[in-house]
Each structure stands twice: as C-alpha cells, then as structure tokens.
C-alpha cells in the first residue's frame, strides 16, 4: 500500500470559477474545513494556511486561468499533524516560480516568496491537463 494513501486521514477537494471571487471562496472554505478538522480560526497554522490558498489560488485565477475552467482546491489533512494544500489549474505550460522584485516599487511577485517562508515545503507537479502546485505546513 502506498504510505501516503495510508497516511491520508481527511481529505477535501472543491472546483472554483476562476475568478477573484472564486479564489476568496477557496479560502473562506478552505479555513471553515480547517476549523472543522481541528485546527481553529485565527491561530498560527490556520492564518499559514489561509495565505498560501489565496496566493496559489490568485496565481491559478491571474497566471493559470484558461478561459471557460475552472480551477480546483484539494486540503488533504495526514496523519502526524501535517496538512498538504493544492490548487491545480488547466496552463500546465506556465509554471510558477519565486522571484524577487527587481526594484521596490513592484507589487506583484511576492507571493510565492510567502509561500515558501510559510510552508515546510512546496512544489509544482504536472497533471493530464495542466498542474498542481502544492504546499505542506504543519497544523500542530
């Protein structure tokens, strides 16, 4: 059996338009299912969480938008305190990565910057159609 299925011991997976609305309704529920399994509103791990779904969710709605999808949010609660978020998109030919702005005047390209501070990991992995990019933190 393979130890990450067997580690699983919660899982949530929800389709959002991909919009600025959706992305904000991907947060809201995704620390409503947070709450549900444990890890209240407002503390350390839940607040983490919080900014790490509106960044992935932003950038799938800003960079990996594809007109008429959707794209989807996945929160997989495993066993040992750890929590892994995904937000998959349709661009699979456009894969993030940090960059630190040129001068101090830009406003975007910070937030992956955040989600590598606030998760123990983060990566990108391909799917049949486009990608996920995905974040571990610790809900202890």
Excluded: C, Y
């Amino acid at each position: 059996m393979n130890a990450e299925i067997a580690s699983v011991a919660a899982e949530f997976v929800q389709r959002f338009s991909s919009t600025r609305r959706g992305a904000r309704l991907a947060r809201m529920l995704a620390l409503h299912q947070l709450d549900a399994w444990g890890v209240p509103f407002g503390t350390t791990p839940s607040d983490a969480a919080a900014q790490i779904v509106a960044e992935l969710a932003a950038n799938a709605v800003t960079h990996g938008h594809v007109p008429g999808r959707d794209f989807e949010l996945r929160l997989v609660l495993l066993r040992g305190g750890r929590v892994r978020i995904e937000v998959a998109d349709t661009r699979g030919e456009r894969r993030p990565r940090p960059r630190v702005p040129q001068d101090g005047v830009e406003v975007d390209g910070r937030g992956l910057l955040l989600v590598e501070a606030l998760a123990e990991a983060w990566g990108v992995t391909e799917r049949n159609v486009g990608k996920v990019v995905w974040a571990d933190i610790s809900v202890r």
